[in-house]
């Protein structure tokens, strides 16, 4: 008596490398901020792994909380525009 649905399976596997993709996104915007103000585009290898390193914990922490995750890396966004 197998009640899971495949394709239930496969969809909650889609949510979540959607929400992934969507917060390595969010944290590739966070990483680019610096370097666009930045008078030197002259990265080294700490930078690199630094940039990295926030685009993959957004992606992962974006995985497991999803919508709230990204609701509060915009709104600290939004505070520091006005």
């Known amino acids: 008596m197998n009640s899971e649905n495949p394709n239930f399976k496969?969809?909650?596997?889609?949510?979540?490398?959607?929400?992934?993709?969507?917060?390595a996104a969010l944290g590739a915007f966070i990483a680019i901020i610096p370097i666009s103000y930045g008078s030197s585009t002259d990265l080294n290898l700490i930078q690199i792994s630094i940039a990295l390193l926030l685009v993959l914990s957004c992606g992962v922490l974006s995985s497991i909380w999803g919508q709230k995750f990204i609701d509060v890396v915009m709104n600290t966004l939004n505070s520091f525009a006005a």
């Open 10 to 23: 496969q969809r909650f596997g889609l949510k979540h490398i959607y929400r992934f993709l969507g917060g």
